[in-house]
């Protein structure tokens, strides 16, 4: 099973500004990372798929990067609606798995 | 636009089956999508608990493979997670999604399931 580790648990960034996440793979997942936003009593929203593509819909300020086994996710000019917990999930393998989270909040 | 609803019972007696279904519009169970069941223990995160391809193959995390069967209706667009043995453990939101190849496009809203006698 690949474990997915997602740092740090929780970031407090200001409004205006960058929040960086970061998620490993315990062995390579090439490109299939997905990430997702969930906010509290909501289903999660897919947000980045093949580590850097914006799902439909997605505002521009959500970036995704990497490969093989390390991933970012990058929101820039982070905003008050972005407060929310952010998981990755490789989908190279089965199991498909999840990194356990990282909470955003807003300073 | 596809829209996935789950529905089932809110609670389960230990040791009881937990039956849930998903209703899907706006898509065909016949199309090439993996259909998955996901869940989240209360203020936990995500656990993938696997996927039905629409030829009926299946992939279960190895976690529950013993208890957790999947099926499918395509008559009625529909298909369906049973857990077996359940305990409080398997108290969760459980979700269901679509995975076109490129991780979980969609997903329902999530439906409640307590375990509890």
């Known amino acids: 099973e690949i474990v997915m580790t997602q740092s740090p648990a929780t970031l407090s960034v200001s409004p205006g500004e960058r929040a960086t996440l970061s998620c490993r793979a315990s062995q390579t997942v090439h490109y299939n990372l997905a990430w997702y936003q969930q906010k509290p009593g909501q289903a999660p929203r897919f947000l980045i798929y093949?580590?850097?593509i914006r799902a439909t819909g997605i505002p521009s300020r959500f970036s995704g990067s990497g490969s093989g086994t390390d991933f970012t996710l990058t929101i820039n000019s982070l905003q008050s609606e972005d407060s929310a917990i952010y998981y990755c999930?490789?989908?190279?393998?089965?199991?498909?798995?999840f990194g356990q989270g990282t909470k955003v909040e807003i300073k | 636009q596809v829209h996935l609803q789950e529905s089932g019972p809110g609670l389960v007696k230990p040791s009881g089956t937990l039956s849930l279904t998903c209703a899907v519009s706006g898509d065909s169970l016949s199309n090439s999508i993996w259909w998955n069941w996901v869940r989240q223990p209360p203020g936990k995160g995500l656990e993938w608990i696997g996927e039905i391809w629409h030829s009926g193959s299946t992939f279960y995390n190895p976690s529950l493979k013993s208890r957790v069967a999947f099926y499918m209706d395509k008559s009625k667009n529909q298909f369906y997670l049973e857990l077996t043995s359940v305990s409080a453990a398997d108290t969760a939101v459980y979700y269901c999604?679509?995975?076109?190849?490129?991780?979980?496009?969609?997903w329902g809203h999530g439906t409640t399931v307590s375990v509890s006698s």
């Open positions: 999604a679509t995975n076109r190849g490129n991780g979980l496009d969609v």
């Open positions: 999930q490789q989908y190279t393998d089965w199991p498909r798995t």
């Open positions: 093949a580590a850097s």
